[in-house]
T-cell receptor, first 118, second 117 residues
Framework: AQKVTQAQTEISVVEKEDVTLDCVYETRDTTYYLFWYKQPPSGELVFLIRRNSFDEQNEISGRYSWNFQKSTSSFNFTITASQVVDSAVYFCALSEANYGGSQGNLIFGKGTKLSVKP | DTAVSQTPKYLVTQMGNDKSIKCEQNLGHDTMYWYKQDSKKFLKIMFSYNNKELIINETVPNRFSPKSPDKAHLNLHINSLELGDSAVYFC????????????????FGQGTRLTVV
């Protein structure tokens, strides 16, 4: 069965610290997609990144970076030099190619609430 | 120009009432979804529609009925509302694999906070 685990419920850091949000997933499919979404205090869900199961290349986008490792079924997210505006709930999600066919059929983790203090 | 829009943003109603939440997307996507986010922030898919056809129906009480008049709209009707239905409901849309669009991820609406009293 498919499952996404975000073991860290809440993390609190001081501005400029680096922080890593963990995500571990379970799936039987060989073709799947992994996502990170951000939910700021205003409540909307903002797409951050997608990775497909055949692409283990890590990605960096500004202060954000993602580490995808199939061997450990993990897709971790690091924020470098965190800022107050990074305070939000971050969700990791999984979409399987055989579950409805579209990438919006998402299984979400329970989220990690990140608080960045000035 | 909002990509996925839901109305209303807030909805307060009494137990036993019937209510609807509307959703529209202007992205040309073939697939639309409803998600429920409970008080602990847990997000779970409820329904998935592809070209007006129901694809996924997770374990949702039959008091919830999605209706898709066309592929740009997916409305959620809830009958006989209960206290436990209080949550934030998100509409989303995404392309299907056959659609040749550059972005294949799901776009979410701003959410509708439903409070049943």
């Amino acid at each position: 069965a498919q499952k996404v685990t975000q073991a860290q419920t809440e993390i609190s850091v001081v501005e400029k610290e680096d922080v890593t949000l963990d995500c571990v997933y379970e799936t039987r499919d060989t073709t799947y997609y992994l996502f990170w979404y951000k939910q700021p205090p205003s409540g909307e869900l903002v797409f951050l990144i997608r990775r497909n199961s055949f692409d283990e290349q890590n990605e960096i986008s500004g202060r954000y970076s993602w580490n995808f490792q199939k061997s450990t079924s993990s897709f971790n997210f690091t924020i470098t030099a965190s800022q107050v505006v990074d305070s939000a709930v971050y969700f990791c999600a999984l979409s399987e190619a055989n579950y409805g066919g579209s990438q919006g059929n998402l299984i979400f983790g329970k989220g990690t609430k990140l608080s960045v203090k000035p | 120009d909002t990509a996925v829009s839901q109305t209303p943003k807030y909805l307060v109603t009494q137990m036993g009432n019937d209510k609807s939440i509307k959703c529209e997307q202007n992205l040309g996507h073939d697939t639309m979804y409803w998600y429920k986010q409970d008080s602990k922030k847990f997000l779970k898919i409820m329904f998935s529609y592809n070209n007006k056809e129901l694809i996924i129906n997770e374990t949702v009480p039959n008091r919830f009925s999605p209706k898709s008049p066309d592929k740009a709209h997916l409305n959620l009707h809830i009958n006989s509302l209960e206290l436990g239905d209080s949550a934030v409901y998100f509409c989303a849309s995404s392309p299907t694999p056959g659609q040749r669009l550059s972005n294949t991820e799901a776009f979410f609406g701003q959410g509708t906070r439903l409070t049943v009293v």
